[in-house]
Structures are given as structure tokens and as C-alpha cells.
DNA sequence: AATTAGCACTCTCCTTGCGAGAGTGCTAAC
DNA sequence: GTTAGCACTCTCGCAAGGAGAGTGCTAATT
């Protein structure tokens, strides 16, 4: 967040005022003007009032003009304190949180399916980018360790994490073994480091025998690669959304917002440095305008909430759209499906053995 | 491919013609007329015979004029002829054959980390969007089957296919049941099962006790699922390369193709009518404007080529862009990147038991 | 003291007109 | 068959002008 000067606090009126600017501007894309906004909220002043208040909150950093004689935007400002302050929850609608849940539930246990059905829901209900992270744990510990042989000295091994991450490699034996031996390798493995994290099985690797020595040290090179993703896998959708706003139809911008998403280098950054800092799940952070850290979202807003049960295994939610994007809609819609996928991964990730 | 009238073929100071406009526009964006031609490539001729010529192949439909007194633009035929005929095949230097050949073997044996690998070439090779599909086979047959107790009746299934793809489900028994007794009957079905494709399972399925009963009805569920997939995974790079073409930079047209690749189902149609359909790997397929079939690509091009083993697992390359494409940097680049990693999949996950 | 009517002013946007430039097609000469 | 020359067409950029929207300020009103 970049270093504020404290704000001035607008006035009631002043309040509802950027309140209706900011609704206005999300909805029709253009500046609005005093008249406008007395016509169309039959406000119970004239818009000259209107006028003196607007240019109250332009002098204090919420509103601008585009150019002298135009209707007023909101500023990055603007923006924040209607999000922070003005921005009254919306719940969604019953008949949509049950039609919802109602498709999760249909796609049995599938954890890919989900991680597509939630970006494709936050995609469509908030008409932005949407990004999804699969459950990850910060800390992955070994649940189930298998090895699979399938030719000559080559190993597919398969490994599964407690919170249910899967990861599989295919490698290379020192000395060829049978399919007998790699399962009672694989066995003994599990049981000896079963909930174990990489630094414990690390520490204890000792003196085993030539096969255990060769899978221990994949076993680890792989724990450790979970370990520094910093999320799961990546699920976007929506892309094409973002192109349909006329602040991205053209223009640089919508490139730079788009290879944010793609970069996995960027994103991890992103992430990193937001949601994964704050612990919560369930909260909806808002990032507008990129906050001065991020050049690439400069015109853009994201919305991000974490989700999962934390210490086992925790995903992202994130939409990206311009900042004059509907909040509200978006916020309530993340609200809603962070504490669905959070009650799913709970409901049969958890680990009770 | 759409209906055509046979059409006349050009002479061959034409043909040179044709091929110097495409090259020109290709590289340029705007109409090329008959003088810059003639200074550009010190022709031995004057800018009223390259006109007369010019004439000529727009009367026959490979060129086109904006208007009146524009320069020519290729038409999709004059593209579809220049691809066909005029484009000598350039050879990727043997430079960069080699930096591409050492990372794909520098990631090691990492499937995912291939296909990432491939879109990112891609992509960047021929700066537009790019898309690779992991290998998969087209009837998936049975490798390795595990269970995995996680907590109470929920058993996690882990399935590796021939060719190496695995795929995962989380299930619940109908029954509860130890590690020992999930571990015997995954090893009691792999052994009955090995390299037995859905049909086999299906039509031997009798009756086996409660619990390989349970396990048996997922296991169907779960490789009649991959064999109507028509393709793995998919992976995208490069989608922010077509906001940057001029043809993209605003308009509609950009976010249908987008939509294209983000959408699974169009996706799947798509390589099932064009390269799936075609038996051979290693070959490059070039779509132009969507070969009228295709509305959303009515701007765009695609290079599309599969790679991989015939009959044990194949996958896709393919790169969508505007119509006005560098069509011979990017097919020769597909072709290495093809050939590469049919060989990496030869390999690797070539059963050999 | 706050609100409002009235008005001059500013700026964008759209249209119109016009000249420069690029490129063509055609004709007549080579 | 090729080419020089020329009239013609169309785009593009620029300037000028008018309409429209919206502002800020001042003076009158409540």
C-alpha cells in the first residue's frame, strides 16, 4: 500500500454524492455530471449544490476530471474509500448460492472440476478475468508414497500429500529393480516418513540401501519443489472478458494485465505478497490500481480471497477487471465461493487417521 | 475446407509476385503497391508491369485492394496458395535447434514442465498465442492402479495409464475397509487388468466381492472419462502476444479468438476436426480464416501439428494468429518442436514390458 | 450561512472542407 | 510484351466551426 497522506473525511452528503458517482461511472463508462446525476437519483438539491459539493471531492482527491468541463471519475482514491467505507454488502441471492453448491456437489470429489467450476462462476458473475489456485499446503508432508515401474530402470513415482495434492515424476534408477521390490520400497518409505515434511526426512536420511537412498533423494528434490510453489495450480478463465471493457478494447494495457495472469513468476509474486501475507481466510482483500507496486495493473483492480483450512491446505480466488469494475457484485459472489470451496476442502481433505 | 472453384494458376512472375506481397504485408501491416515493390526489391521490371500483374492476380482472387487505389492485401486463398506452394521451408538454425533441445533435457523427465515449455517456444518463436496438449491415448489402457486411505470410507484412487498419464479421483467405498485390504485389491485389479482397455473391464466385470466391486465401477467411470476426452491437458502461452498485432489491438475479433482457446469445448472440436483427424504425426496443418467453418477464427490463422507415438499417446501443437502470420518461422519452428518431443515421448513412456 | 438561478466559459466531439500523397487503370508509344 | 505518362480515386491529416455538455463563479434567495 502506497504512503498515504491522511485523507480528509468527506461529509455525509459528500458520501452519498461519490457514492452515486462511483455506481454511475461502474454502470456507464463515461463522466458524470451534476444534472445527470440530480435527474436521474431526483436528488432534493439543485446542481449547482451538486456542483460545489463535487468539486468539494475533487479538491480532496476522490473524484477528477478528465479535462476541464467534463463530467467527474472517480480517482484510485475514489475507488478505495467507496470499497473501504461506502460499499455495502450485498448478499447473493438464494436461488443462486443453491444452484451454486448445487453444481459442486455434482461434480463428486473432483478437485480439478471444482477449480474450473469456481473460476468459471467468478468469471461469468463478476464478467472479469478470473484466477483460482488448487489447494496447496505451505508445509507438504507425505501422506502416501508409490512407485511404478515401467521400463528398464525407469521409475514413475507417485506422491501423495496429506490435504491431497498429488504429484507424480518419472525417473531414472542407479540399478535396474523389480516391480516387487519398488512397491516394498515404496511401503517402507511411507511408513517411515508418513506426515513427515521435507526437513524431517532430510534429517534422517542416513544409510539406507541403494534403492531407498535413490527415491529418498527424488522424494525430497520433489517435497522441496512443493515447497517453494507457493500455490497450487493455476485455473484461469474469463480472459476474454476483460477485452469487452472499453478501457481495455485497445491499448497496452490490456496486454500488461493479461501476461500478469499468464507469468507464473508474476503471479506468484502477487500472491505472495497479498493474500498469502495476511493470514485470514474468508476475507476479501482489493487491490486498485496495482497500488503502486504493481506497473502492470496500473488501470486495474483485482479482488482476492483466500480459501481452504489453513496449516493443511489453502487455495486462491482472484478476478481481475478494470477498476471500474462492479464491486460489489464481485465481492459478495468471492464472499460466497471462498467459504464454499473453503467448507468442500474441510469437508474431505481433512485428514482424521 | 470449403467448396472451391478450381482456381487459375499463375504464372510464375506471378507467382514471385504473390509471395514478394505476403512476404511485405506479412511484415509491414499495410497495403504494398506495385512502385514500392519494384524499389524495394530492384525489380527488373517497371511499377506499371508489377500493376498489370497485380491486376492480374486479383482478378484470379489471391489479392485484394482496401479500395480504389489502395495497394494489395493477400486474400485467405492468396495465403492458402502461398502456404501451399510458394512457402520454401526455412530450416531453424542449428543454434537454436540446439538451445531448445538442452532445455527440454535439462527439465528432466517432467511431463508438465515439457508442455510449459513447448507453449512458452512457441509463443515466443512466432510471437502469438500458442497451445500444446499433453500426450494421451486415444483408447487409455490400465498400468497401475492404487488406493489410498484417507479418512473414514473415502479412498483415494490413483490411476496411471500406459503412456504415462495419470489421473486421480477421490471416492467413497460403500463399506469401510484398512489400507491392507485397499492395497490387496488394487494390486488383485492391477494384475487382472494390466494393459486392459475400458471395453475389457467393462465386459469382465462379474462377481468380484464388495469392495473390487466399489472399485471396479469408479475405475470404468474413470477411463471412460479419459477416452472421451479427445485431448490431455491443455496449456496456453503467449495469449497477450495477439492484443499486440494491429488486427487485434481493438475490435471484436480478438476476444472471439481468445474465446476460442478458452473455451474446452470449441477447443475439442476443433482438434478433432482437423488434426485428429488426419492419421499422420509430425505434419503441419495450416488453418486460414477459419476455413469457414470456424466464425471466431474468421481473422486468425492456426498451425496445428501432433506429435507423440501413434496409438499409445499423442498429443497437439498449435499456434493461433492473425491471418497475416509469419507462416514460415512458425512452421518450421512447430515441425523441430513436434519431432522433439515425439522423440521425448518415444523415450520416456514408450512400454516396453 | 447554505442554497440556487443564471451565465460566461471551456473543452470534446462531430462534421465539413481541402490539399497532399499514394496508388491505380488506361492509353499510347517503344 | 513492356513502359512512360497521366488522369483519376481514395485515404489521411489538419483546420475551422458549431453543437452539446458541464463547469465555476457571482449574485440573489431562503
Given at each position: 500500500m502506497k504512503a498515504e497522506l491522511?485523507?480528509?473525511?468527506?461529509?455525509?452528503?459528500?458520501?452519498?454524492?461519490?457514492?452515486?458517482?462511483?455506481?454511475?461511472?461502474?454502470?456507464?463508462?463515461?463522466?458524470?455530471?451534476?444534472?445527470?446525476?440530480?435527474?436521474?437519483?431526483?436528488?432534493?438539491m439543485s446542481s449547482a449544490t451538486v456542483r460545489n459539493e463535487l468539486a468539494a471531492l475533487t479538491e480532496m482527491g476522490y473524484l477528477r476530471q478528465p479535462h476541464t468541463s467534463a463530467g467527474r471519475v472517480p480517482t484510485e482514491e475514489g475507488y478505495r474509500y467507496f470499497v473501504g467505507r461506502l460499499l455495502q454488502e450485498t448478499v447473493l441471492p438464494d436461488t443462486m448460492r443453491r444452484t451454486i453448491t448445487h453444481q459442486f456437489y455434482q461434480m463428486g470429489n473432483d478437485v480439478e472440476q471444482w477449480m474450473r467450476l469456481a473460476a468459471s462462476v467468478l468469471a461469468h458473475q463478476s464478467r472479469a478475468a478470473s484466477l483460482v489456485t488448487a489447494p496447496h499446503a505451505e508445509k507438504p508432508r507425505l501422506k502416501h508414497l508409490e512407485l511404478i515401474n515401467t521400463r528398464g530402470r525407469q521409475v514413475l513415482m507417485v506422491m501423495v500429500m496429506v490435504g491431497g495434492e498429488v504429484r507424480q515424476r518419472l525417473m531414472t534408477l542407479s540399478e535396474p529393480a523389480s516391480q516387487e521390490q519398488l512397491s516394498a520400497a515404496?511401503?517402507?518409505?511411507?511408513?517411515?516418513?508418513?506426515?513427515?515434511?521435507?526437513?524431517?526426512?532430510?534429517?534422517?536420511?542416513?544409510?539406507?540401501?541403494?534403492?531407498?537412498?535413490?527415491?529418498?533423494?527424488?522424494?525430497?528434490?520433489e517435497l522441496e519443489r512443493a515447497e517453494s510453489n507457493i500455490s497450487g495450480e493455476v485455473y484461469l478463465d474469463g480472459l476474454a472478458n476483460v477485452l469487452a471493457e472499453p478501457e481495455f478494447s485497445s491499448s497496452e494495457d490490456a496486454r500488461r494485465a493479461l501476461r500478469m495472469l499468464e507469468e507464473r513468476s508474476m503471479l506468484q509474486d502477487l500472491l505472495a505478497r497479498t493474500v498469502l501475507a495476511t493470514g485470514n481466510v474468508g476475507g476479501v482483500q482489493v487491490l486498485i490500481g496495482g497500488e503502486g507496486t504493481w506497473n502492470d495493473l496500473r488501470q486495474s483492480s483485482m479482488v482476492l480471497s483466500r480459501y481452504g483450512v489453513p496449516g493443511l491446505a489453502t487455495g486462491t480466488l482472484g478476478v481481475l477487471g478494470p477498476m471500474r469494475m462492479s464491486y460489489g457484485k464481485t465481492i459478495s459472489v468471492m464472499r460466497f465461493l471462498s467459504s464454499l470451496l473453503s467448507d468442500l476442502v474441510a469437508e474431505t481433505l481433512v485428514d482424521e487417521n
Open positions: 491522511a485523507m480528509i473525511e468527506p461529509s455525509e452528503r459528500q458520501r452519498v454524492l461519490l457514492a452515486l458517482v462511483v455506481h454511475e461511472y461502474v454502470r456507464t463508462a463515461s463522466p458524470v455530471g451534476s444534472h445527470y446525476l440530480v435527474e436521474r437519483y431526483n436528488l432534493d515404496a511401503e517402507r518409505i511411507t511408513r517411515q516418513f508418513l506426515d513427515k515434511s521435507v526437513d524431517a526426512i532430510r534429517a534422517s536420511r542416513g544409510s539406507q540401501p541403494n534403492l531407498d537412498s535413490d527415491v529418498l533423494g527424488w522424494l525430497i528434490e
